[in-house]
């Protein structure tokens, strides 16, 4: 090997440091190589990062005094983990010094990497073969008393967690999120930008109130009587890069939703938005797909690809919402012919109904954890959560006997009781919840039902759903227009800009709620992660359905209206919500875990206490005036 050679092999070996996979039994080094993380810096390695290989080196490490066991020995944590340093009995001065200072002070420690003795090392310790007998120590910063101690974060309230979010920053699995979250945003860039020829684009935060959708944050301005509003989405700047020929646009753009207290929702989000020009449907599945593989943290259970589809249909009438948990089964079933004229009236008056319906889910050998009282606390609380007060849901027990203990048996002919029986393949042990009632919202009860029984199941260390594994799932087919929410006529049921199925636009004048549109989620394990659509590319079209169906002031989009006229390439695009994508790969169940400065349940900030009043003074050049508050 040439001198210059064995140059650069050895600056490449200083610039990197070495990362443990795991203890090795054998206290051997096992680690590989991760990328630099201590260039440009005062230290000579990380506190992760030394191992037997090490010892007789001169090191310098920085971090966070961790704790002081006994005068002698004391550990230095980074975000790469720890180390031990010691000092001698001969080093009184630096003894002192380290009872002295509080835990969580930042020091710079000199010394040299030592072997421990055989009865010291500690196997389930990265660095637990070597410490640091120690030369200088620079206090860099004393800390005070903390308000909680930052390895026992778990046991805060998320309130106190807020106010201090930079010492909770500093617990291992906050590390952990926002360093996976970072990774992961940056394989998606690559993938995108340097492999595919996206171009990142930013759009402006300050715009115009968007008809339709999502409730808006409005920004006054100096202009008397003016506001911008803060965009729930940079859907209309995406489409417009595609008139102007950007051909494939990304951002990883913040999203403002003023939608009040909602448990795990964020008023400022984060999310990948795409847009592409030239494409249909299955050209971004796949680049999707593609790009989430590609991104995806190696050390998680690898996801597999195609995802499978399913319709909007299909996944109302299997698991009673849009967007599935596929990690179990106990899917919905149509046991409606079974009980025609069953001789219950409850069930016979249904089903004289318009589209009245009878459906049911069978959960298997789990009664005697399902008491009778436990069934009818979970029924109320579906019925509830859907504001559901007509659908009738009635339980049976599939006794041991094969007999039937139900409200509803003795009202029910053998021939009924059989059928049944067939359509659900029963056996003793079972218990079925049927629902009665209008289409749709029996599939929805019994879907809520659904997820409410594993969630009280696996509260009892039942396992239901698979673990570890990631079911992605994409939807497709949905209405493109819902009857609107405690009103007349019609709402998107995405977003204005979607296209119409080809199937259906015969529809669209005579039958609108009959069309579907080209809309796609992307859900995973029952949330969903992501969303988009072919769009309308032709402003007569767009018009039509702003105007005539969904009544509203298209003033407000004549720019969009306008740019249609002048040339505007067929395309469609999604948004992923990377919230809440990295909580499910981190494994937690709040979005705030993987946020490094979230907002509260409130949409307030603990920590800087925001949102602020500010002075009538600074409210005059707004033209504004607050009201003084009504006393409730
Ligand atoms: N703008 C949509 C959203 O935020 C996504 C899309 O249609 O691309 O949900």
Redesign the pocket.
Known sequence: MSFLALRRLFSQVKRHHLEFLAPSNQHGCKYRMISDAVSFTQRSHTCGSLCKDNVGQKVKLCGWLQYNRGTQFSVLRDWTGITQIFTTSKQKEFQDLMKSIKHESVLCVVGKVKSRPDKDINPNMATGEIEVEVEEIEVLSQAEPLPFPVSEFYKISERIRMEYRYLDIRSKQMQRNLRIRSKMIMKMREFLANKHEFVDVETPTLFRRTPGGAKEFVVPTQHHGKFYSLP????QF?QLLMVGGIDRYFQIAR?YRDEGAKPDRQPEFT?L???MSFVEREGVIQLIEEMLQYSWPEDCTQIVTPFPHITYEQAMRLYGTDKPDTRFNMKIQDITSSCKDCGVTLIDDKLQKDNGNVVAIKVSDTQRILSKKCVEDLKTDALKALGDIKTVVIPIRVLDDGSWQSPISKHLSDHVRINISNDLDLQPGDLVLIAAGQNYSTYEVLGKLRLFIADYLESKDIQVREKDVFNFLWVTDFPLFLPKEGGEGLESA??P??DVHPDDRHFLDTHPEKVRGL?YDLVLNGSEVG???IRIHHSHLQKYILEQILKVDISELEHLLKAFTLGCPPHG???LGLDRLFAMICGTPSIRDVIAFPKSHDGKDPMSKAPATVSQCELDTYHIQVKPQQSS
């Open positions: 729930q989405s940079p859907q995406k999203c999310q938005d795409i847009e995405h977003h800009f979607t809309h969303g988009g659509s695009g999604i948004a």
